[in-house]
């Protein structure tokens, strides 16, 4: 069988989409953390439970901007397909 | 060509992606406009918003200090209460200068976010309504920052050290970028997610999906919409706070 250079890049470009999702990675453990030390906080002080959540949620966002990142990549390498 | 044949991804013909609805050319340039889903859905999220504040005007006009104040009043107290209390736990004394704006936009926000459970695309999944939104919060950023320190406000990029400058300034452009980049991709992960579910798997798409749908659209759009205005209240505050 031989496969087009059309075909070889979308197929490329679907494998590529598929490693630039392994940057969730990162996101998911940085928010476990987080969330791990906002319960133990709530438990230690939980009077402050609104406080520690608004700040855990606003920590959580801002971590998981990398992986978004990632998402992006594999968002344009699937549907606006730069290379072909 | 290759015999093995590739079939055209089945996603891209999928109810996430942004569809054109109707094509005018304007008389004297050559460039077909497009009015597509993201305009209908933003049209759509105004005019709700438009017509629920003229309805609350209205009845606030008419109100008499002795009656108890009705259902829809109630709501509407509730949540001017709830964005003011928000605004006031960040900005403090300067409370009363942005909660306008701040209400509005997480009204928009929240309201477009969950609009996918209206069968809408949510408007928010498109990148040029995510910029335009970063881009606001930049400019009002960086107005604030001249109007309350003057000169300060550059120098401040030479701050720790003169070489610095280059990596403050990639600093300052990247506000608007993650920003908007982090709504886009909350709201568009989860409509493609969806858009998966209802296309690929519609045999078995019984009841379940509900449940991804509290997940995606609400408890994510209204984390997205909060964090949207909780940054833009911080960085605003970073640069107008006294020292």
């Keep these: ?84 | 060509m290759g015999s093995v044949s590739v079939a055209p991804m089945v996603a891209c013909d999928s109810s996430f992606m942004i569809k054109s609805l109707f094509t005018f050319k304007l008389p004297g340039m050559d460039y077909e406009f497009h009015l597509n889903t993201t305009h209908v859905a933003l049209l759509i999220v105004s005019v709700f918003i438009l017509i629920v504040a003229v309805i609350a005007r209205i009845k606030l006009n008419k109100v008499n200090s002795e009656d108890t104040p009705g259902m829809f009043m109630n709501i509407i107290e509730l949540i001017v209460e709830m964005l003011q209390t928000m605004v006031e736990g960040l900005m403090g004394k300067n409370t009363s200068k942005f909660v306008n704006y701040l209400s509005t936009l997480f009204l928009f926000l929240i309201i477009s976010n969950i609009a996918g459970l209206f069968g809408l695309r949510p408007p928010t999944a498109d990148y040029g309504v995510t910029l335009s939104l970063g881009l606001i919060t930049f400019f009002l950023i960086h107005f604030n920052g001249i109007k309350k320190n003057k000169g300060k406000h550059f120098t401040a990029l030479f701050q720790p050290i003169w070489f610095l400058f280059p990596i403050n300034v990639i600093g300052e452009f990247a506000v608007p970028l993650s920003l908007s980049l982090r709504l886009f991709g909350n709201i568009m992960s989860g409509t493609v997610l969806m858009g998966l579910i209802y296309d690929l798997l519609k045999p078995f798409t019984v009841a379940y999906p509900a449940v991804l749908h509290a997940y995606f659209d609400l408890f994510s759009g209204c984390i997205q919409a909060y964090v949207f205005c909780m940054l833009t209240m911080v960085y605003v505050n970073d640069k107008i706070a006294d020292e």
Aim: hydrophobic residues 50%; without cysteine.
């Design chain 1, 1 to 84: 069988m031989n496969i087009s250079g059309q075909e070889f890049i979308s197929a490329m470009s679907a494998i590529g989409a598929g490693i630039a999702m392994i940057a969730g990675v990162g996101p998911g453990i940085g928010q476990g953390i987080a969330a791990g030390h906002g319960a133990s906080a709530v438990g230690r002080n939980p009077g402050a439970k609104s406080a520690i959540t608004s700040t855990m949620l606003l920590g959580q966002a801002v971590a998981e901007t990398t992986g978004l990142y990632g998402f992006a990549v594999a968002i344009i390498l699937m549907f606006v397909k730069p290379f072909g």
